[in-house]
């Protein structure tokens, strides 16, 4: 039961941070910024916690997973009351970049408890459960806040969607998280780098494959409406195609622990790999919606059934003590392409348009897919 406590925890508090990225933009929009203010503003969220990451992957190895499970929702809550209390834009930075900290400090924590919960070989289907909590959040969380703001103000959408981390906070002191804690914890003096990470084979396939696929998805979540827009797709089209592959992570990640039982981490991984790089591929070569939807379902199903593999392998493959070290690492490579997608494929679209952006991908996928199959 611990898992599913961990997976409502995750729920409410993803809730709260999905709300805050689209309360931030529009309200951004609301007082006056231009678009590259409200893009700095996003890019925050990511930018900051990039450069702590590791860090505090070593700390929720050293204390275990409460604590930091505390830290990150009250950090949270405090950045949505500072939204509430003081609605300007200056003040959105400081709510951006505390929302941001305060979230990946539970997600690194979150991820360690799945991968303590129970068995080795349970991983995978922890993962799955993970995953599938957060994709049922991100739903929710922009559903609301859109709601919120056309009903109620943006000040009071960034207190309602604080009842929801007062929910997390409120479940987690009633019924505290016991997960056990790693079974070699840090040694006083023990000089722990991240070199010694990257020079475990296995472990630095899966940082590759984890990196890859984390642009693929940055990639169409950006590319897809400027791709769309380009060939004249209306904005009803493009908002299908984009369900469609949010329906497809969904549905994956519900599938993937039955599958896992009987197909290897490493064997699901290379073929998400090859098939996101097929779809991307003809994805800038289709005009059809039709064919759009099929490519977007597979895509869908390549990206969203990636993220639980790459999890259970992080923990497969990582030292005693250091699993959540290695998602730190993960997180960081999550959040710098979350920050430098925008604009390095931005940039190169606007030279040479979407084609060679998708095929760029595609290329790069086809690589990291053979590189990993080793």
Known sequence: ????????????????????????????????????????????????????????????????????????????LGALLIGFAVPRLEALFIVSILSGCGFSIFHIA?????????????????????ALAFSTSGVIGPMLAGFAIDWIGYRYTFLLLGAALVATLAIMFMRPIDVPRHSSAQRAGERRRLADLLRIPALRRVFVASAMLSMAWDLFAFVMPIHGSNIGLSATAIGLVLGVYGAAVFLVRIILPFVARRVSEWTLLVGAMFATSAGLALFSLVTDVALLIGLSFLLGIGLGGAQPMIMALLYNKAPAGRGAEAVGVRTLLLNFSQTGIPLTFGALGAAMGMAPVFLTMAVALAAGGWYVRK
């Not at 893009?39 to 969220?45: M, N, R, T």
């Not at 979150?110 to 993970?130: C, M, T, W, Y």
């Open 1 to 76: 039961m611990m898992l599913y406590q961990v997976a409502l925890l995750t729920v409410l508090l993803h809730v709260g941070f999905a709300g805050v990225r689209v309360t931030l933009s529009l309200f951004a929009l609301k007082l006056g910024a231009s678009a590259a203010t409200v893009g700095v503003l996003i890019a925050l969220l990511a930018f900051v916690p990039m450069l702590f990451a590791v860090k505090w992957g070593r700390y929720v190895d050293r204390v275990g997973v409460r604590w930091p499970m505390y830290l990150g929702a009250s950090t949270l």
């Open 110 to 130: 979150v991820h360690q408890a799945g991968g303590l919960i129970g068995k080795p070989e349970d991983r995978a289907r922890n993962f799955s459960v993970i």
